[in-house]
């Protein structure tokens, strides 16, 4: 069982900027299809924001409308590790931001979140 950890959330002011951190917490030898960003904001649907897909050791990035320019995903490979960048924050960007990794066809690992609050 693999269990991702993010990291890097806390508070920020509007404009400001963040980056977040996804990894396994332990030594792991699975290795990801894809690696990926989601938020979830009070009250609100869970919301895709960027994901990775691998080939190889190189990735191919896609991101969702609402973060596209103002989000940068990125990753390692073989440490398994994807961060966020995240410039120009908003209010409206507040929510738990979640990681999730898996191989195609099956059902992805997921970690706890980790808390952005962006200060109006």
């Known amino acids: 069982q693999v269990q991702l950890v993010e990291s890097g959330g806390g508070l920020a002011e509007a404009g400001g900027s963040l980056r977040l951190s996804c990894a396994p917490s332990?030594?792991?030898?699975?290795?990801?299809?894809?690696m990926g960003w989601f938020r979830q904001a009070p009250g609100k649907d869970q919301e895709f924001l960027a994901q990775?897909?691998?080939?190889?050791?190189?990735?191919?990035?896609n991101y969702a409308d609402s973060v596209k320019g103002r989000f940068t995903i990125s990753g390692d490979k073989p440490e398994n590790t994807i961060y966020l960048q995240m410039n120009s924050l908003k209010h409206e960007d507040t929510a738990v931001y979640y990681c999730?990794?898996?191989?195609?066809?099956?059902?992805?690992?997921w970690g706890q979140g980790t808390q952005v609050t962006v200060s109006s």
């Open positions: 332990g030594r792991t030898f699975a290795s990801f299809d894809y």
């Open positions: 990775i897909n691998w080939s190889g050791d190189s990735g191919t990035a």
């Open positions: 999730n990794a898996g191989r195609r066809g099956d059902h992805p690992y």
